[in-house]
Structures are given as structure tokens and as C-alpha cells.
């Protein structure tokens, strides 16, 4: 059921999703969250079908809000779709005027009571998600890097901004790799020297995959420029030889170690609905996504070659239960 309303008032669309909830039979709420939407007109319409995806995980109501024509006279127009793509509610949200500088006063009043927020920009997010008004009304707060010009730029600004709660796409795609890396580096292996992330030039999920490295393995990981698609390769030198996990079509990566039969893993690359469920899955703080984003702040990532140094310290424990990651996941970066 879709249910258009121009000119509208928070009242009238609340009484409208009542209406709706009644000709349909009386459904219930049995909605986990809410999440907002903040995007243009171009992006909604994918912002919006991933978000109806990811809701038969989490069924939520969405909040999508537009802000339009900021010279005209403020006004409000909502479209409301109740019973169609998902077990949840979506409401399109279209701010004219100075009253997209308010939306954060529009879109309180529907948030669905006693659950948590999300605040989600698929395209270009704020510098300082926690502080942006619709950012303050969430407890997590999702931004994608890679959508900017400068990824990198972008990693460095939420670093130093960062509150808890916040959390980037980039971040989220990496979660198969560490995954990957994780159950690599948790049986016995020969001491490393340094590591190599080799993927396409503006990746931030690289970037954050080489500091998380930095800091679980304590050797220097340098970030190199391949052709992609994504993460093409992770390659780590030992005493031994080099350990590699290579991925060249974006679906299947390859784990060649010294002296033992190369081993291939489904490491596919995921699509938007996948990345925001698995955001939506965990909503307290990321404490691992904060200390690895100071440590691209602190050191970014550089572009030299392997260096054949001397060993350090069996990294096997530092790596071990990466942020809960397992390998049995299939698709990445």
C-alpha cells in the first residue's frame, strides 16, 4: 500500500500509518529499529532497496529524507509505503525550503519508540557524523568513504572526529578479508617480517586492512596499487618465503604458503543490502574500527614494497579473533 501526502504535517503522516496499519488487518509493529535515510533524489531509489532488503533481517521502519529546492517556500511532502517490499514501514520524506535544515524536528516524531537509531548517508556523509542532526538521534552512525573523491581524506576526517557509535562501509567490507587473515595467522607459521596490501588506488577498505595489520601483527604493511577489482592481494614475507592470499576476479581468493598446496576460498565482493545488514546486526560501539582509523590517522598507509627486515614477535595470539570475524564467511572486498 502506498499512501501520498503533500503539504503535510508529522501528524498526518502518523495518522495515515495508523490507517494503513488498520486496512491492512491490524499488523503489528515488531520493528527492531529505525533507520534514516539521508540522501538525494538520484540515490534514493537504491538506497531505498537495499534498505527493504536488509529489513527482512531487521524489519525497521525507514525514514528516507530529501531535501529539495532549498530557496522555495518550506513544505513538506511524505510518501508512505506500508505492506510492499519488506515486513517494515518506509516513508519518504521530502524537505523543501529551510525546513531541510530542520529535518532532524520532522523526523523525531516518527521514530519508532523504545528502539534503537540508525543514521545511514550512502553517498556523502558529514564530516562530523556524531554532530549532524540527524546523526545526534542515532547510536550508529554509517558512512561509506568510498564513495568520495578522496577516500583517504575522507578515513583521515572520521578519525578525527570519531565518537562512538561511528562506523564506514570500508570498514564493513573488510570484515571476510580479516576474516580470512585471522584463521590464516591462528595456526603455526613462520615469523613475519612484512606485509603488502595490494588493491585499486582510492580503496579505504585496503587502507584499513593494512593499519589493522599494522597493529595486530607489529611489522610495517605497506599499501600497493593493482588493477582491482577490489583487494587483489595480501602478501606477507617470512624466513620461510612469502605467504600469499591473491584474489583476481572479485570472487575466489587463493592462499599459497611455503611448502604446502595452495588452498582456494570463496571471497566474494558484497553488495550494498549485505554490507548495511551486517551494520544493522551490531549496534553497540566498534572498538576495533576506532583504534584501527587513529592508526591511519597516525601513519597513512604508504606505497613501498615489501621490506626483507628481521622477524618479529609469533603473531599468531595478536591476530587470533579478529573482531569476532571467522572464516566461514564468503563474500569481501
Not at 595456526?187 to 588506488?201: F, K, L, R, Y
Not at 624466513?239 to 595452495?262: C, H, M
Not at 566474494?268 to 554490507?275: I, K, N, V
Not at 613501498?304 to 595470539?317: F, G, K, M, V, Y
Request: a negative charge.
Amino acid at each position: 500500500m502506498t499512501i501520498d501526502l503533500t503539504d503535510t504535517t508529522t501528524g498526518a503522516i502518523d495518522q495515515a500509518l495508523t490507517e494503513a496499519r488498520r486496512r491492512l488487518g491490524g499488523m503489528t509493529l515488531g520493528m527492531v529499529l529505525t533507520l534514516i535515510i539521508v540522501t538525494d533524489e538520484a540515490a534514493q531509489y537504491d538506497a531505498i532497496r537495499a534498505a527493504n532488503q536488509a529489513a527482512r533481517e531487521h524489519p525497521c521502519r525507514i525514514l528516507t529524507v530529501i531535501s529539495r529546492k532549498p530557496k522555495a517556500d518550506s513544505r513538506l511532502d511524505a510518501e508512505i509505503r506500508v505492506g510492499e517490499a519488506s515486513p517494515g514501514e518506509t516513508i519518504v520524506l521530502r524537505m523543501y525550503g529551510m525546513l531541510g535544515q530542520h529535518a532532524d524536528s520532522v523526523v523525531a516524531p516518527l521514530l519508532v519508540p523504545d528502539v534503537p537509531v540508525v543514521t545511514w548517508w550512502p553517498d556523502f556523509g558529514p564530516e562530523v557524523p556524531a554532530k549532524h542532526p540527524l546523526g545526534a538521534l542515532a547510536q550508529r552512525r554509517v558512512t561509506d568513504a568510498a564513495t568520495a573523491e578522496e577516500p583517504r581524506a575522507v578515513l583521515a576526517a572520521l578519525a578525527a572526529a570519531y565518537q562512538p557509535g561511528d562506523t564506514d562501509f570500508g570498514w564493513t567490507r573488510s570484515t571476510p578479508w580479516r576474516s580470512l587473515l585471522a584463521a590464516t595467522f591462528d595456526q603455526p607459521h613462520p615469523a613475519i617480517s612484512a606485509g603488502e596490501i595490494a588493491a585499486e588506488e582510492d580503496n579505504p577498505t585496503a587502507d584499513l586492512i593494512a593499519a589493522w595489520l599494522e597493529l595486530r601483527l607489529n611489522v610495517p604493511v605497506s599499501r600497493t596499487v593493482s588493477g582491482g577489482p577490489g583487494i587483489t592481494a595480501a602478501l606477507f614475507a617470512t624466513a620461510e618465503g612469502e605467504i600469499r592470499i591473491t584474489r583476481t576476479d572479485g570472487r575466489t581468493a587463493t592462499l599459497s604458503w611455503p611448502g604446502r598446496v595452495d588452498r582456494m576460498v570463496a571471497l566474494h565482493r558484497r553488495d550494498t543490502e549485505e554490507l548495511l545488514a551486517e551494520e544493522l546486526r551490531r549496534l553497540d560501539p566498534d572498538e576495533v574500527y576506532a583504534e584501527t582509523l587513529q592508526r591511519v590517522l597516525a601513519s597513512p598507509p604508504t606505497s613501498a614494497t615489501l621490506a626483507d627486515e628481521s622477524p618479529e614477535a609469533d603473531a599468531a595470539d595478536a591476530v587470533d579473533g579478529a573482531d569476532g570475524a571467522s572464516v566461514t564467511v564468503a563474500d569481501g572486498e
